[in-house]
């Protein structure tokens, strides 16, 4: 008798077996279709190995809660610009974008850098939520989102200085007034490189202004229907340009030490709690170091940290760089992995962020208690997929596909 292999299939499952004693495995089949020449007979045949390579994906699909909030697994999405709105307002092309990473299981999906007012985008492309207007195209993506079993976020952003540029498309070129662009802000008067403007410093009422800005657009998130709000106070940005000593030389109390350049930011996360409900998880992205000598340090974050958490912060989202021109980063897979690692040792819930690609970095991080969440960038741009083959809930209309 004789058998000739017809195909061979590769594929990976998990066992439960029916003994209290023996835990859920994962074990890597190979199918092999057989057919009898002589008879014409067809058989599949299966080996069964545990599989050393795999991913306990147990621990990555691990529900996590922060209050009242549960996300399904330790999968999210990072923000990230889409520079495809219209007057901010959002259009049916991000409802596919974010549906389609809500759809393949990822747990938390973070809108974009969302502008608290006109002038703090960073292209006239961005999105925005500075009036009530965008409140309606919003709640269709966080309707859908929710259907989907994940959880809507949203982040509020004020660029300062880097304001006013063209989307990356075109080139990503400074707009001046005369081309479409507008007058900057910033802590100081001082620029971000020599091909952008000189940003106007903002006074004391300018101040004001911004942290009511900021707490109308959480007012508004709220009743667009995210359950998350995230303070942008990274890259470069508004609120990390007065954190940072090189880009902040004010000699007011929102400059100089320590306690005074953190104030916005302070000032910022308390207008914001008041307007929000007080189970809705806050979170504050952050670049823990500046990569530049005399600037922003980690040590300077972990100190940060331990007063947010006091003042009700409940997650630091652990990014780096992007308010010095030529500051010397080294990216590289997982580079940015410790600033999470020691934000947490003080106890706050971290989010790892930074070149994360396979399903592997995402467990190592989580295994090793780096951190409590991973948001994945351009990974998920290329595979909305990702957290589904990592081992998320397929939704039922994609069960054929498992």
């Known amino acids: ?20 004693d023996i835990k859920l495995k994962l074990y890597a089949f190979d199918q092999l279709n057989l057919i009898n020449t002589k008879t014409n007979h067809k058989i599949i045949l299966f080996i069964i190995k545990p599989s050393k390579n795999i991913v306990n994906m147990d621990l990555i699909n691990q529900p996590l809660r922060i209050k009242n909030t549960v996300l399904k697994n330790r999968i999210g999405m990072s923000p990230m610009c ?26 938390l999906i973070i809108q974009e850098a969302t502008a608290v007012t006109p002038e703090g985008r960073i292209t006239p492309y961005d999105l925005g939520i500075w009036k009530d207007e965008h409140i309606e195209q919003l709640k269709k993506i966080t309707g859908f989102i929710s259907s989907q079993g994940a959880v809507p976020a949203i982040q509020l952003a004020h660029a300062g200085r ?62 667009a229907g995210y359950k998350i709000i995230e303070i942008h106070a990274a ?47 806050l979170f504050v992205r952050v670049s823990a170091s500046e990569w530049t000598e005399g600037g922003w340090t980690i040590d300077e974050t972990v100190k940060l940290t331990e007063i947010l958490m006091e003042k009700g912060v409940d997650l630091m989202d652990c990014s780096s760089g992007g308010n010095i021109a030529d500051a010397k980063m080294a990216p590289g897979p997982l580079y940015q ?66």
């Open 1 to 20: 008798m004789k058998f000739v292999l017809i195909r061979k299939i590769r594929k990976i499952r998990k066992i439960r077996f029916p003994h209290k």
């Open 82 to 107: 889409m520079y495809s709105a219209i007057d901010g307002f959002a259009t049916d092309w991000h409802l596919a974008h974010y549906g389609a990473r809500a759809t393949g299981g990822t747990a």
């Open 162 to 223: 880097k304001a006013s540029h063209d989307k990356p498309a075109n080139g990503g070129k400074f707009l001046s007034p005369e081309h479409g662009g507008w007058q900057t802000v910033a802590p100081s008067a001082v620029p971000f490189s020599p091909e952008t403007n000189v940003p106007t410093a903002l006074t004391e009422y300018g101040i004001r202004q911004v942290i009511e800005l900021f707490a109308k657009a959480a007012r508004r998130a709220v009743t």
């Open 235 to 281: 890259h470069g940005y508004l609120i990390q340009e007065f954190l940072s000593p090189l880009s902040n030389h004010r000699n007011d109390e929102y400059g100089g030490s320590f306690e005074n350049r953190i104030r916005l930011l302070l000032q910022v996360v308390e207008a914001v709690k008041r307007v929000i409900p007080d189970e809705m998880p």
């Open 337 to 402: 992995v410790p600033f999470a690692e020691a934000v947490r040792n003080t106890g706050m819930k971290t989010a790892a962020v930074g070149l994360i690609t396979t399903p592997q970095q995402v467990n190592s991080i989580l295994e090793k208690g780096q951190a409590d969440l991973v948001l994945l960038g351009r990974e998920l741009l290329r595979n909305p997929y990702f957290a589904l083959q990592a081992g998320a809930d397929f939704p039922e209309q994609y069960l054929r596909g498992k």
